[in-house]
């Protein structure tokens, strides 16, 4: 009866503190934010930004909101600051030479009155600081001219009064209350088994299949090159000639053509879209709905197996591993087969370990095969997913030391009759791609870069005349410039929990706040129990996690500083396996109270970041 009476109030006191987050998160990213919209006509496709000034009136990146404005769009709404004290606020209309006609801005807040802008009410209120070439009034907007990369426009505000609109906050709060006891008090047996990881990547679903229908087509990272990879091979199963004039239009302003990276999610996404060509959808659709269903297989391994759902937990902490499966691309694939690699690997009941324990018989011949073929497509994803296969060998090192593998002379059969079968069928496909180029391939790739590349990423190209962000180390730019003026760091967190479209779109700094002690706080929790009560077991998993986890991550920093500048978080995805497997060994000491709290607040934080971010701010068809 005492137990019961504690789980109880353990469970009241859950909804209490999940309800209170809610209201906290409502009530700085919402309502003490103010809305600009934006009416205007663009010849560029660039990115405008808008300042609010420090206490000591500098403007710098951390008061900042951007948006990309094109052509083919003319409104566009974002969230800046609270308006409270605010007097100013700084316009850089583009970040190339642009031509643009500002017909109107508003600015709207709760508990303050709207301001509006156009040519009439906003007539002194709007002017050029500096980079502008032409500011003219005409009778439907401002025209603004700009022949550099730093264009400035003054805004100044009138003063405006604060309403009280407690009373109207408190009834939100009171109803996101009512709301989470409701529901807390309805799904209490989704508590059993990690059941609710199912319902929340369900609703990461819903929400993926939104942004994957009403995103405007390459809006996204690159989805144009991986869409023209992917449309070759509707009608071709072997690789192309890398001089082939058919494919020219799958070369990226860099040279390369992902039909050449090695990877073979464009042969299978290919096909994919053979087979809905009958539908007669948009191939990008078509495509996106390829990485869509993909994390629709994931949302239903988790419902069937329940060793699946702690795999799949620390796909619910980040809105940008959502936003790679809501468009296409290769990352989702290789996230997608890491994580069912990593199911493989560590849980007793999956047909690997099943087929490690008890060899193949008459009804389980398919396992090696099968088991095989997974090991295969994972040797041919992405490049960054290569420390994901170092993670898998000391993994498997602990595992036979510590865990349940016993290395006899079956266990080593078996294990190498699925490596032998993985090595097989990658190398096949590998070296098909040598049998159609030669030997000679790598030459004739760079031979393609020297071609096809434009001039800022072409290798002929003197390197001071080149993309400033190549070959930085060989243009003298110190490693401490990339962490500190260029903010590689920064940027590289940013991108791997929420940051859209061409990474012109992105939340509020507190938003990222809070995202860093929320994260910081769930790897604390995540790592202290185990150093402190796993033994040299616990430890030594730790070791292996975080330094290969780190050696990514430095991997990534040395490419950025010595190849091309990339702050992607995209790169770094294959830490989320690796913790896949790390929870579901370590699950006895992390699985508590305080654990479910942050991850809840971390998917928290993500379903307002692809909602109101993502969603709400990407280009629409």
């Known amino acids: 009866m005492l137990k019961e009476t504690v789980q109880r109030h353990h469970q009241w006191l859950v909804l209490l503190l999940v309800g209170f987050s809610l209201a906290l998160l409502y009530h700085n990213l919402v309502q003490r934010r103010a809305v600009v919209d934006l009416v205007l006509d663009t010849d560029t496709r660039t990115i405008l930004k808008v300042y609010w000034p420090m206490d000591d009136g500098r403007y710098t990146e951390q008061r900042m909101a951007r948006v990309t404005i094109s052509p083919n769009r003319h409104r566009y709404s974002f969230h800046i600051c609270d308006l409270k004290g605010l007097t100013m606020l700084r316009l850089d209309p583009a970040e190339r030479p642009a031509r643009i006609l500002l017909r109107s801005l508003t600015i709207r807040q709760q508990g303050y009155p709207e301001l509006h802008f156009d040519v009439t009410s906003g ?11 032409k500011f003219v009034r005409q009778p439907d907007g401002w025209l603004i001219l700009s022949a550099g990369s730093d264009p400035q426009l003054g805004l100044k505000l009138p003063t405006i009064t604060f309403q009280s609109t407690l009373q109207d906050e408190a009834a939100r709060i009171a109803v996101i209350l009512l709301l989470v006891f409701l529901a807390g008090s309805q799904l209490k047996p989704l508590g059993r088994g990690s059941r609710y990881v199912s319902c929340l990547a369900a609703v990461a679903f819903g929400l993926i299949m939104v942004m994957a229908v009403v995103s405007a087509y390459n809006h996204h990272p690159d989805e144009y090159v991986h869409v ?7 009608a071709h199963f072997m690789p192309p000639r890398i001089e082939a004039p058919e494919i020219r239009h799958t070369y990226s302003v860099y040279g390369v053509s992902r039909l050449h990276s090695g990877e073979i999610v464009y042969l299978l996404a290919g096909k994919f879209l053979w087979l809905l060509r009958p539908l007669r959808l948009p191939p990008y659709l078509a495509l996106r709905f390829f990485n869509v269903i993909l994390f629709l297989f994931l949302v239903l391994c988790a419902v069937r197996r329940p060793g699946f759902r702690i795999i799949l937990l620390p796909v619910l902490v980040s809105a940008q591993i959502w936003y790679v499966f809501s468009y296409f691309n290769s990352d989702a694939f290789a996230v997608f087969i890491s994580l069912l690699t990593g199911y493989q690997m560590a849980v007793p009941s999956s047909a690997f370990n099943r087929f490690l324990k008890r060899g193949m018989g008459r009804t389980t011949w398919w396992l090696p095969l099968m088991v095989g073929g997974l090991f295969a497509l994972l040797l041919l994803l992405k490049k960054n997913f290569y420390f994901f296969y170092v993670f898998l060998f000391f993994y498997t090192l602990w ?3 510590y865990g349940d593998w016993t290395l006899s002379r079956s266990f080593v059969r078996r294990f190498a009759a699925v490596l032998v079968i993985a090595c097989c069928l990658a190398g096949f496909y590998k070296g098909t791609d040598y049998w159609v180029n030669g030997a000679d391939r790598n ?6 870069r020297r071609h096809l590349a434009t001039r800022l990423y072409n290798p002929d190209t003197p390197l001071t005349r080149r993309h400033p962000y190549l070959e ?4 003298g730019v110190p490693l401490a410039d990339l962490l500190t003026r260029l903010r590689w760091g920064e940027k590289s967190f940013r991108s791997a929990f929420g940051v859209y479209d061409y990474l012109s779109i992105s939340g509020p700094f507190v938003f990222y706040d809070y995202v860093r002690i929320t994260g910081l706080l769930l790897l604390l929790v ?5 150093l402190l009560r796993g033994g040299v077991e616990g430890i030594t998993l730790v070791g292996i996690t975080l330094s290969v986890a780190l050696a990514l991550l430095g991997m990534a920093l040395y490419h950025a500083w010595t190849v091309d500048f990339q702050a992607q978080g995209r790169y770094f995805f294959p830490v989320w396996a690796m913790f896949s497997l790390y929870l579901y060994h370590e699950r006895r000491y992390l699985i508590n109270f305080c654990f479910s709290i942050l991850v809840c607040a971390m998917y928290l934080l993500a379903i307002y970041s692809f909602l109101w971010v993502g969603i709400l701010h990407i280009a629409k068809i």
């Open 228 to 234: 023209n990879a992917a449309r070759y091979y509707v």
């Open 399 to 401: 595992r036979i030391k």
């Open 443 to 448: 030459d004739k790739l760079f031979q393609a």
């Open 526 to 530: 995540m790592i202290v129990p185990v």
């Open 123 to 133: 007539r002194d209120r709007l002017y050029p600081l500096a980079g502008v070439n």
């Open 472 to 475: 930085m180390k060989a243009r």
